[in-house]
């Protein structure tokens, strides 16, 4: 989905995860209206990311362990998504890889680029395994051309 900035493309992704209602119309999802949808069924079917993704001060694996609760401490879960989110590689170079502190409110939390927390956040989208609706908004904007490539490659 294109458009200009302010056109209302974050917008329409709150509505279709059910963030947001909307006044007038209404959106089906295999037939049945989002709001006649029980949250917690509809919710584990999505998987997202958002343009504003959180930068939670936990640890690496915690951070992306919290995109899908059930399996908040689940390190091989957390390892599948961060393959799928192409955030391996850079986890593995981190001192204490998936258990590094994150953010600056700890004396030994490391702070990240702003490519490298994205993704991580992606990589929480990817915890979701059982959903079959990904959304993702502008999810490589801050990362370099060639993780953006292969990242969009993977997703096709
Ligand atoms: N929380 C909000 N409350 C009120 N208005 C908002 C809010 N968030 C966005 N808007 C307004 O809604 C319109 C659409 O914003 P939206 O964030 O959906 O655009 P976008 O297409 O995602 O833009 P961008 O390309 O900059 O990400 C804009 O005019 C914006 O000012
Ligand atoms: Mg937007």
């Given at each position: 989905l294109v458009g200009q900035n302010g056109s209302g493309k974050t917008t329409l992704i709150k509505?279709?995860?059910?963030?947001?209602?909307?006044?007038?119309?209404?959106i089906l999802?295999?037939?049945?209206?989002?709001?006649?949808w029980d949250e917690?069924?509809?919710?584990?079917?999505?998987?997202?990311i958002f343009q504003d993704?959180?930068?939670?001060?936990?640890?690496?694996?915690?951070n992306v362990g919290v995109g899908d609760v059930g399996h908040f401490e689940d390190e091989a879960r957390w390892r599948?998504?961060?393959?799928?989110?192409m955030a391996s590689d850079f986890i593995d170079s981190l001192p204490a890889g998936f258990h590094t502190q994150l953010g600056?409110?700890?004396?030994?939390?490391r702070e990240l680029s702003g490519g490298q927390w994205q993704k991580i956040a992606l990589a929480r989208a990817f915890m979701r395994s059982r959903a079959d609706i990904l959304?993702?908004?502008e999810p490589t904007a801050a990362?370099?051309?060639?993780?953006?490539?292969?990242?969009f490659e993977h997703f096709r």
């Open positions: 509505l279709l995860t059910r963030l947001y209602a909307p006044d007038r119309g209404r999802l295999d037939g049945t209206d989002l709001r006649e917690a069924t509809l919710l584990q079917r999505i998987g997202v993704f959180a930068r939670y001060q936990m640890r690496v694996g915690e599948d998504a961060s393959d799928k989110g600056k409110w700890f004396n030994d939390g959304v993702l908004d990362m370099d051309a060639q993780a953006e490539a292969t990242i």
